[in-house]
C-alpha cells in the first residue's frame, strides 16, 4: 500500500504507537530489575509493529484480545500508558485495580477483551465476541493475537475450526516470534509458515512481515474488510522476533539463542526502519519525528509519576468483583 | 546427613529412577536444555538424552494423553505441566481417560503415569498461575494425590509414584522449590498413604499441607511460648489419605485445624473436617477450624495475595481460639 494511501495522521499514529510500545517495555523492565515490580514481565520489545500494524486496521468499536506478553498489542489498541503503568505497579487506579497485573490487562471501553496468561486461550473466546456480533447483527470484527506456540493448542484449531464453520468476523493473529518460551518452532512444529495450518481450516492464510508495520497494517486491513462483509476469519502470521527474553531476567541469549542471531534481528528493528520509511516517503521531517519521540518520552515520566502516586487497592478489594453484585 | 533443597530431592528421585528402571521417561514444555520452568529437570537431558527427556509444544492435553498412552503399553513416564494452573486443558485426559480407564477396561489396563506440576501463591502470579487445585484431583476416583512439603518426602514420594502402577498426580510449590531438608543419600523410599507427624503435640491437632506445613511448624514454635502444645500432621497424600493418623491425633487432642493454601470452598480441609465429624465426633472438645485462603480468585497486588493466603498469623489465631 502507497504510505500516500494512508494518510499521514494515521502514519504518524503508529509510528507514535510503537514509540510507546518501545519505552513502555524498557520502562517496565528496568523498573522490575529494580525490584520495583511484582510477579513477571514479558517484554514486547521488537514486536511492535506487528502490535501496531494490526490494531491501526481496526476501528476503535472492533475488538481484540491478547497474551502474557500483551503490552504492546494492548497498548496498540488504545490503552494508556499510564493506566498501563499504575497496573504493573499493582495500583487502585490500573486497567484493572491491581488485581489482574502485567497478564491480564484489559479495558472493555477500548475494545481490549484482556489479555490471558494461558497460552491459546485467547482464541476461542474471540470467536465468541465475533459470534456475538456477528447475531446483534453490527459489523464489529474482533482480532485475537497469540504466538507460534499458542497455535499448538487445541484451542487454536478448535476456534479456528468453529469460526471458518460459521464464517465469523474474526482475525487470527500470530506474532510468530520463532520462539515459544525457550523451544525454538523448528522443535515445537514442523511446519515453517503458521499461515499454512489456515488451509486445513478452509480459510484465507498469509504471511507477511513482521518488521514492516505497513505490511502487517495492509495484510489485516484486507482481512478485517473480509471479516466485515460476512466473509469469515483470516489467519494472518507476522514474522517477528522478540529481542528481550522470554521474561524480563531471562538473558534471552545462552541457552536456545545465539547473541549473533539476536544482532541480525535487532537490525531490522521494525521503529528505525518506520521512521526511514517516513521520512524518505516525505511524509514528516526528523524533527516532527523527533517532537513525537520527546512527547512520547514525556507520556512515559508522567505515567511513572502517575503510577506512584497512586493509591494501592484496600485490602476488602480482594473480595469484589468476583460476582456481579445486583 | 547432607541438605538438599525440595527441588534436587525431586531431581534426584527422577535420576535414580530413571536409572534403575528404562521405562521411566520424561516430557513437558522447556523441561530439556532449559530444566524447566522452576529447573527441576536441570542437568537430566545430559545424562538421559534427548529420547528420555523430550520437549513438547504447548499442548498440555497431548502431554497427559502421551504420557497415559505411553503407560498403558508399558511405560512410565513422568510428565512435567508447567503450572497446575495449566492441567485444566488437560483434564479430559486426566479425568475421563487416566482416571478411569483401568476400572472401564474391567482391570485389564494399567496406567502407570506421573503427572507432576506446581502450584501456590506468594511471587504475585495472579489468578491464572498461582492456584493450588489438588482437590479437583481428590475428587476423582482412579487418581492418587501427592503433596509433599519437605525435601525429604518429595524424594522418597517421587520414587513411590514413578513405582506405583497406578496414575499419580504429584503436586509441588513454586515456594518450597528452595527449601532445604535432610535427605539421606542411601536409597528410601515413602509409601504413598501415610501421613507424617511434623511435630508431637498434646494440645491442638493441625493437619496442613504443602507450604502451610512449614507456616504450622512456625506458628506451633510461637505458641509453645504460650504454653500450646500443637501437633502438627502433614497427610503427604491426599489419596490415599491416612485417615487413622488424623483421628487418633484427634482422639488425643479434642481439637483440629486445618491448613491448606487452597480456597476453603469444597477444599481437602472440608473432607478431613468432615472424616472427623464421621468417625470422632465424640472426642471433638470444640468446633473444627479450617485456615485457607478467602473464596476468591488470587489478586495480583502483593498486599491483597498475602491478605487472601493463610500464614502463621491466622494459624495461631485459629488455634488459640480453640485453646484459649
Ligand atoms: C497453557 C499454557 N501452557 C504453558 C504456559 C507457559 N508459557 C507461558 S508463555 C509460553 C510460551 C508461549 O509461546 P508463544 O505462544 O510463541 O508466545 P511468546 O511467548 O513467544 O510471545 C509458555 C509455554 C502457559 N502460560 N499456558
Ligand atoms: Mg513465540
Known sequence: MAVSEIGKDKLLHMYRKMGEIRVFEETAADLFMKGRLPGFLHSSVGQEASSVGACAALRPEDYMTSTHRGHGDIIAKGATLDRMMAELFAKETGYCKGKGGSMHIADLDLGIL????????????????????????????????????????GAFHEALNLAAVWDLPVIFLCHNNQYAETTPQRVHQKIKDVAVRAQAHGIPGVTVDGMDVLAVYETTKAAVERAKKGEGPT??????????????????????????????????????????????????????????????????EEAIRFAEASPEPELEEALQDIFVES | MREITYREAVREALREEMRRDPSVFLLGEDIAEFGGSYKVTQGLLDEFGPERVRNTPISEAAIVGAALGAALVGMRPVAEIMYVDFMAIAMDQIVNQMAKIRYMFGGKAKAPAVIRTQGGTGRSSAAQHAQSLEAWFVHV?????????????????????????????????????????????????????????????????????????????????????????VEIID?????????????????????????????????????????????????????????????????????????????????KRAIRELVG
Open chain 2, 141 to 229: 476416583p482412579g487418581l492418587k494425590v501427592v503433596q509433599p512439603s519437605t525435601p525429604y518426602d518429595a524424594k522418597g514420594l517421587m520414587k513411590a509414584s514413578i513405582r506405583d502402577d497406578n496414575p499419580v498426580i504429584f503436586l509441588e510449590h513454586k515456594l518450597l522449590y528452595a527449601e532445604k531438608g535432610l535427605v539421606p543419600e542411601e536409597e528410601y523410599v515413602i509409601p504413598l498413604g501415610k501421613a507424617d507427624i511434623k511435630r508431637p503435640g498434646k494440645d491442638v491437632t493441625v493437619v496442613a499441607t504443602s507450604r502451610m506445613v512449614l507456616k504450622a511448624l512456625n506458628a506451633a514454635k510461637d505458641l509453645e511460648q504460650e504454653g500450646i502444645d
Open chain 1, 114 to 153: 484482556g489479555a490471558t496468561g494461558i497460552v491459546g486461550a485467547g482464541l476461542p473466546y474471540a470467536v465468541g465476541a465475533a459470534l456475538g456480533f456477528k447475531m446483534k447483527g453490527t459489523d464489529q470484527v474482533v482480532l485475537s493475537f497469540f504466538g507460534d506456540g499458542g497455535s499448538n493448542t
Open chain 1, 235 to 300: 489467519l494472518i502470521e507476522s514474522k517477528t522476533y522478540r529481542f528481550m527474553g522470554h521474561f524480563v531476567g531471562d538473558p534471552g541469549v545462552g541457552i536456545y539463542r545465539t547473541r549473533e542471531e539476536v544482532e541480525e534481528w535487532r537490525k531490522r528493528d521494525p521503529i528505525p526502519n518506520f521512521r526511514k520509511v517516513l521520512i524518505e516517503a516525505g511524509v514528516a521531517t526528523e524533527a516532527e519525528l523527533n517532537q513525537i519521540d520527546q512527547d512520547v518520552a514525556k507520556e512515559m
Open chain 2, 235 to 315: 497427610p503427604r497424600t491426599l489419596t490415599p489419605l491416612d485417615e487413622d493418623t488424623i483421628l487418633e491425633s484427634v482422639k488425643k487432642t479434642g481439637k483440629l485445624v486445618v491448613v491448606h493454601e487452597a480456597v476453603r470452598r469444597c477444599g481437602i480441609g472440608a473432607e478431613i473436617a468432615a472424616t472427623v465429624a464421621e468417625k470422632a465426633f465424640d472426642y471433638l472438645d470444640a468446633p473444627v477450624k479450617r485456615v485457607t485462603a478467602l473464596d476468591t480468585p488470587m489478586p495480583f497486588n502483593p498486599k491483597l495475595e498475602a491478605f487472601v493466603t493463610p500464614d502463621e498469623d491466622k494459624i
